[in-house]
């Protein structure tokens, strides 16, 4: 079924002001797992061309069968694959969540195709990692049901991955994630962050080229939740990329976590990006 911007769990809602347990609101079908959990972690690795050598993914089957929507999620800088897995809390929201999820590594790429380093091509090991995904498990082939989603530099990653490849996805989630960025240092104290210049390089022009601000119309009709906290640096980019899609019409929804640019904020918002991902899937596809 097409989205409706009238759907009232889509339409663009005020910030909310959240406290979510890490694990509470989760009452999944926990209950109803039908296979073990450890039978449902799985892991791969493949040759990335785009990278000239081996990357891997973590894999999370779906409980309750193969037909179930697929999240791809992206991990923050300084973190890798097993990050969330490693977290009990994290762990078992992603088990309970009867979903297919992909954590792949991203290094400290900014999943982009480096503007000044050649060898830095990790958007394009993305496009190859969405194609050995679809080769190797029973994935639902349409987009509607595929979602991207990530924390800090993987939602910089997600959201810049959802505009990259529209057709893909039919919704994205960003946790903390720099929005409006790369840029300069331009905004409120506390409320920036350097931008590495090792992979945007230091040409304004192509800053603006790679923040996402800047291309807004490509998310046109996608699910969108964006999660901040109070206190996190991120909250004004988040803040302005809101505003943004409002200015364009693009229905989204905004939430304001208790905390600051934190792994606790990210643990606390994953359920809610589980539920939305499920959610997005269940309105657009209808019987």
Request: no cysteine; aromatic share 6%; charged share 25%.
């Given at each position: 079924?097409?989205?409706r911007?009238t759907?009232?769990?889509?339409?663009?809602?005020?910030?909310?002001?959240?406290?979510?347990a890490?694990?509470?609101?989760?009452a999944?079908?926990?209950?109803?797992?039908?296979?073990?959990?450890?039978?449902?972690?799985?892991?791969?690795?493949?040759?990335?061309?785009?990278l000239?050598?081996e990357?891997?993914?973590?894999?999370i089957?779906?409980?309750?069968?193969?037909?179930?929507?697929?999240?791809v999620?992206?991990?923050?800088?300084?973190?890798?694959?097993?990050?969330?897995?490693e977290?009990?809390?994290?762990?078992?929201?992603?088990?309970?969540?009867?979903l297919?999820?992909?954590?792949?590594?991203?290094?400290?790429?900014?999943?982009?195709?480096s503007?000044?380093?050649?060898?830095?091509?990790?958007?394009?090991?993305?496009?190859?990692?969405?194609?050995?995904?679809?080769?190797?498990?029973?994935?639902?082939p349409?987009?509607r049901?595929?979602?991207?989603?990530?924390?800090?530099?993987?939602?910089?990653?997600?959201?810049?991955?959802?505009q990259?490849?529209?057709e893909?996805?039919?919704?994205?989630?960003?946790?903390?994630?720099?929005?409006?960025?790369?840029?300069?240092?331009?905004?409120?104290?506390?409320?920036?962050?350097?931008?590495?210049?090792?992979?945007?390089g230091?040409?304004?022009?192509?800053?603006?080229?790679?923040?996402?601000i800047?291309?807004?119309?490509?998310?046109?009709?996608?699910?969108?939740?964006?999660?901040?906290?109070?206190?996190?640096?991120?909250?004004?980019?988040?803040?302005?990329?809101?505003?943004?899609?409002?200015?364009?019409?693009?229905?989204?929804?905004?939430?304001?976590?208790?905390?600051?640019?934190?792994?606790?904020?990210?643990?606390?918002a994953?359920?809610?990006v589980?539920?939305f991902?499920?959610?997005?899937?269940?309105?657009?596809?209808?019987?």
């Amino acid at each position: 079924m097409t989205v409706r911007r009238t759907d009232p769990r889509l339409r663009i809602r005020p910030v909310r002001r959240r406290r979510l347990a890490p694990i509470a609101g989760l009452a999944l079908a926990a209950a109803a797992v039908a296979a073990p959990a450890g039978d449902r972690l799985d892991e791969f690795g493949f040759a990335s061309a785009a990278l000239g050598r081996e990357m891997k993914t973590r894999v999370i089957r779906p409980a309750s069968g193969e037909d179930r929507p697929v999240l791809v999620l992206l991990h923050g800088r300084g973190r890798h694959r097993n990050s969330l897995l490693e977290l009990d809390d994290a762990r078992t929201a992603l088990l309970a969540a009867d979903l297919w999820v992909f954590l792949p590594d991203g290094e400290d790429g900014w999943y982009l195709d480096s503007p000044v380093d050649p060898g830095a091509r990790y958007a394009a090991y993305l496009d190859e990692l969405l194609a050995e995904i679809a080769r190797r498990y029973p994935l639902p082939p349409d987009a509607r049901r595929w979602a991207v989603a990530g924390w800090s530099m993987g939602g910089y990653g997600a959201v810049s991955l959802a505009q990259r490849r529209p057709e893909r996805f039919g919704a994205v989630a960003a946790i903390v994630g720099l929005l409006d960025f790369p840029r300069e240092e331009t905004l409120p104290a506390g409320r920036n962050y350097a931008v590495p210049i090792a992979r945007f390089g230091a040409d304004r022009e192509v800053w603006r080229r790679h923040n996402p601000i800047h291309r807004i119309g490509a998310l046109r009709d996608k699910a969108i939740l964006l999660i901040t906290a109070e206190d996190a640096f991120d909250r004004v980019m988040n803040e302005n990329f809101s505003a943004a899609l409002t200015a364009a019409g693009q229905p989204h929804r905004l939430v304001l976590l208790p905390g600051a640019h934190t792994l606790d904020v990210v643990r606390a918002a994953l359920p809610e990006v589980l539920a939305f991902v499920r959610t997005s899937a269940d309105i657009r596809i209808q019987p």
